[in-house]
C-alpha cells in the first residue's frame, strides 16, 4: 500500500481540505457532508416508494432521492438518497430526507429550496445545490403518485 493510499492519510487530508473549508462553508453544510443523514437507496420490491433523479449539467451533480409511503396514512416514514456531486449537494441530500421524514405528500411538496438553502447556510454560488434537492423531492412525489395510480388500474 503506498503512503497516499493510507487510511490514515486519506483521512488527514479529508480533514484538512474540511478544516479549510470552514472559512468557506458555514457549519450546518460541513456536519451534513462530514456525517451524512440516510444515505443508500430502497431494495427495487419496497412497496410505496417514489425516487426523483436529478442533475445539473454545469457542475455535474446528479442526485437521486428516494421516499417511501406509508400507504395508510400517506406520511413519508423514510427517506433515502445518493449524491455523487460536491460537498454543498451532499448536505442538501441529506437536509432534504431529514426534513420530509413524517410529513404527507403535500407538505413534503412545500419543501422549498430557500428552506434548504437558509438552513443550510449555503453560499449564493452553491443554491443551484438546494434547487437540485428541491426538484428530487418533487419528482420523488410525482414517482410515488404514478406508481400509485398504476396500482389501481391494475
Given at each position: ?36 443523514q ?12 417514489g425516487?426523483?433523479?436529478v ?8 442526485m ?28 442538501s ?7 420530509l421524514?413524517?410529513?404527507t ?18 453560499p ?31
Amino acid at each position: 500500500m503506498s503512503l497516499l493510499s493510507s487510511p490514515s492519510v486519506l483521512k488527514n487530508t479529508k480533514d484538512a481540505v474540511l478544516e479549510g473549508l470552514g472559512g468557506v462553508y458555514h457549519q450546518n453544510v460541513l456536519e451534513h457532508y462530514r456525517n451524512p443523514q440516510n444515505v443508500g437507496s430502497f431494495l427495487p420490491e419496497t412497496k410505496g416508494v417514489g425516487t426523483g433523479l436529478v442533475g445539473a449539467p454545469e457542475c455535474g451533480d446528479v442526485m437521486k432521492l428516494q421516499i417511501k409511503v406509508n400507504e395508510k396514512t400517506q406520511e413519508i416514514e423514510d427517506a433515502k438518497f445518493k449524491t455523487f456531486g460536491c460537498g454543498s449537494a451532499i448536505a442538501s441530500s441529506s437536509l432534504a430526507t431529514v426534513l420530509l421524514k413524517g410529513k404527507t405528500l403535500e407538505e413534503a411538496g412545500e419543501i422549498k429550496n430557500s428552506v434548504i438553502a437558509s438552513r443550510l447556510h449555503l453560499p449564493p454560488v452553491k443554491l443551484h445545490c438546494s434547487v437540485l434537492a428541491e426538484e428530487a423531492i418533487q419528482k420523488a412525489i410525482d414517482s410515488y403518485r404514478r406508481g400509485r395510480e398504476k396500482d389501481r388500474r391494475g
